[in-house]
């Protein structure tokens, strides 16, 4: 299974961007889809996830600014990002617990994009 992020940029404070993520392989089934991030110096962290009956979960300092959302035909979440702070500016990563034969439900991640947000 291959997690392909695309969507990564720079982009000045008040803009938006919208990152994709697509799973590849054998799948036989995807569970929880999500966006973390993780800022120089500082821990991976939770910005959204979205399971596969579309509930959605998001952190407080994203909350009203970001959009999670999923198309399960493609095997591909989405992160929405508008009213974009500097703080915002990170490496996401996404990551899906998929079902396969081999390994059952296991999480895979993706190889990250580059956010950067100017002031």
């Known amino acids: 299974v291959q997690l392909q992020a695309s969507g990564g940029g720079l982009v000045q404070a008040g803009g938006s961007l919208r990152l994709s993520c697509a799973a590849s392989?054998?799948?036989?089934?995807?569970?929880?889809m999500g966006w973390y991030r993780q800022a120089p110096g500082k821990e991976r962290e939770l910005v959204a996830t979205?399971?596969?009956?579309?509930?959605?979960n998001y952190a407080d300092s994203v909350k009203g600014r970001f959009t999670v959302s999923r198309d399960n035909a493609k095997n591909t979440v989405y992160l929405q990002m508008n009213s974009l702070k500097p703080e915002d500016t990170a490496v996401y990563y996404c990551?899906?617990?998929?079902?396969?034969?081999?390994?059952?439900?296991?999480?895979?991640w993706g190889q990250g994009t580059q956010v950067t947000v100017s002031s």
């Open positions: 392989g054998s799948i036989l089934a995807i569970n929880d």
């Open positions: 979205i399971s596969g009956g579309g509930t959605t």
């Open positions: 990551k899906a617990v998929v079902l396969t034969s081999i390994r059952g439900a296991y999480g895979y």
